[in-house]
């Protein structure tokens, strides 16, 4: 068999396969960037940061990435103060890189340093002013200012926050600027904002939830059912929708189907002081009073300084005939709410059971002077002063009811007949006679009361006397006239609905309208002029939640 060999000139002159190079060795500062940020993101903390440690005893503390990295961490941790030297650091190593100055301002932010935050947020932009992140936080740190009386810092808010969403389009920066407007009582762009965030982010329930409860608040309550149907079908545990949506089948009457949506949110939101008082005032509409005042108690456990709750607590008892309690809670709500005269208009018919005549003069009084749109509370200081033989008084009480009810009238508000029927027996009672404005009304005529102008379906009054079994309208009665041996208790009218606005805390939330009214018949003497008048009671309160929180 014959071999070839290779000839060695020939191997000679081929050129050698060499290895692949070797890669390039990172410089030091940077060497273990990628292991940092490996642990960071799985929130492994602890390697992290010993990781860190030896990255800066090797770069003497002069790797940009390890001490940003580390700062994160510290601010997770809630050590703002340090992770605001740590960013620092940061900015003086890179001071062209925008996202140091923006942690930086971050932190600056949460410290509550919100004016030392605009700048640095300008600063930032200065490098980069087509990020829509720095807008955005600009628009939060004008709108948190809370200066809205300021037009310059309303109008930065808004700038800042529209230029964001030209840049990209954000929920949380129509959240925000919807909130802007709200503060700022611009109701109308508010509707506009959400409007276009819904048709964005058609399956956000937040912007679902926020906008059907400010339709609600409009009274536009087809439309808010809508928003909130919508927001419920995406989750169906969204407490927020359940709570609002409780809220206005109970404002319409639907005690039990309320009841099922409460259930609900029960399971969610436990301890929801707004969710406790809307399940007690359920109870209060199906007179289950003992269950409705514990359930009243739990949401004052859980939000002590609600004054709603402490009005509606003030109320059951005065159902009840307890005054001295009903007075206890009444005075608390008035020290927590001082500029709301019904509710010196409720301590003053306590204080009239209480037999304590002058003080309830006083509360009446104040109750005149901070109230300026309802009549009720004229007719009630009316009915007092009368009882007690102060006509003169009365009359001039009865003059600004005719006032008052001129006012409403232009508005195109009508009245409930018990109430026209009272004020007629005292113009008789007073002797002057038949007025315009008293004119009978028809059968089904509703008293609409309150911010929102939202109609109250009125019940037909009784004799009965007061016990644990009669209607809501005769549960209403406890707050009757002083001389209840010659007088009948009073019947009240069921609310059909209310405005229900936006929530607590921290952010969107108003105090829902106060609905107020009520009506009482007295037993006429033979010269159809009763020596005595009723007084009337107002109405409990339905609250639903809306937080939005400030990103």
């Not at 990209?168 to 508010?190: E, I, M, P, W, Y």
């Not at 509409?285 to 009243?296: G, P, R």
């Not at 309690?325 to 010196?344: D, K």
Request: proline fraction near 6%; aromatic fraction near 8%.
């Amino acid at each position: 068999m014959l071999r070839f060999l290779p000839d060695p000139l020939l191997v000679a002159s081929e050129p050698k396969k060499g290895r692949a190079p070797k890669a390039p060795e990172l410089p030091i500062p940077e060497r273990k960037n990628w292991l940092i940020h490996l642990h960071y993101i799985r929130k492994d903390y602890e390697t992290c940061k010993d990781i860190i440690k030896e990255q800066l005893q090797e770069t003497r503390g002069m790797c940009e990435y390890a001490i940003y990295v580390q700062a994160l961490i510290l601010r997770l941790e809630g050590q703002i103060q340090q992770s605001l030297e740590l960013f620092q650091s940061c900015a003086i190593l890179n001071p062209a890189n925008p996202d140091n100055l923006k942690q930086v301002a971050r932190s600056l932010f949460l410290l509550g340093k919100h004016k030392a935050a605009i700048e640095v947020y300008h600063e930032a932009g200065k490098l980069n002013d087509e990020d829509w992140e720095v807008h955005h936080n600009l628009g939060v740190c004008y709108s948190v200012i809370k200066d809205y009386k300021n037009v310059c810092v309303v109008s930065q808010a808004e700038e800042q926050l529209n230029a964001a969403l030209q840049l990209n389009k954000q929920d949380r920066t129509f959240l925000t600027l919807g909130k802007v407007h709200l503060l700022s009582r611009d109701t109308d762009k508010a509707v506009d904002v959400y409007k276009a965030a819904v048709e964005f982010s058609p399956e956000n329930t937040e912007l679902l939830t926020t906008l059907g409860l400010l339709y609600l608040q409009l009274g536009k309550y087809q439309k808010a059912f809508e928003h909130l149907g919508n927001a419920l079908t995406f989750d169906p545990s969204n407490y927020k929708a359940i709570l609002a949506a409780g809220s206005m089948m109970q404002t319409h009457g639907d005690f039990d189907v309320a009841m099922n949506k409460y259930r609900v949110a029960a399971c969610v939101v436990p301890e929801s002081p707004p969710l406790w008082n809307n399940i007690g005032m359920c109870f209060f509409s199906k007179k289950k009073y003992v269950a409705a005042i514990s359930c009243l108690k739990r949401a004052h456990y859980l939000s002590p300084f609600d004054w709603k709750v402490l009005y509606n607590l003030g109320l059951v008892h005065l159902t009840m005939q307890q005054y001295a309690s009903a007075f206890h809670f009444l005075s608390a709500a008035t020290n927590l709410q001082p500029r709301l005269g019904e509710l010196y208009m409720l301590l003053a018919v306590a204080l009239t059971n209480l037999e304590d005549l002058d003080n309830a003069r006083r509360s009446y009084e104040q109750a005149v002077a901070l109230d300026h749109s309802n009549p009720l509370v004229n007719l009630n200081f009316a009915i007092l002063l009368y009882n007690h033989g102060d006509k003169k008084g009365a009359l001039q009480q009865y003059q600004e009811i005719e006032r008052k009810v001129n006012m409403l009238k232009d508005s195109n508000t009508e009245f409930d007949s018990e109430l026209m029927d009272m004020a007629q027996k005292m113009a008789t009672a007073l002797q002057v006679g038949e007025s315009l404005v008293w004119t009978k009304p028809a059968k089904d005529t509703k008293f609409k009361q309150g911010s929102a102008g939202v109609p109250i379906k009125t019940l037909g009054s009784s004799q009965q006397p007061l016990g644990t079994n009669q209607a809501l309208e005769q549960a209403m009665s406890s707050a009757a006239g002083y001389n209840r041996s010659i007088t009948p208790r009073v019947s009240l009218s069921q609310p059909k609905r209310s405005s229900v606005p936006l929530a607590e805390s921290s952010g969107l939330e108003n105090p829902p309208a106060v609905p107020g009214d009520a009506s009482g018949t007295p037993r006429p003497e033979e010269s159809d002029t009763p020596d005595t008048l009723p007084p009337l009671a107002a109405k409990p309160k339905v609250k639903s939640k809306s937080r939005q929180e400030l990103n």
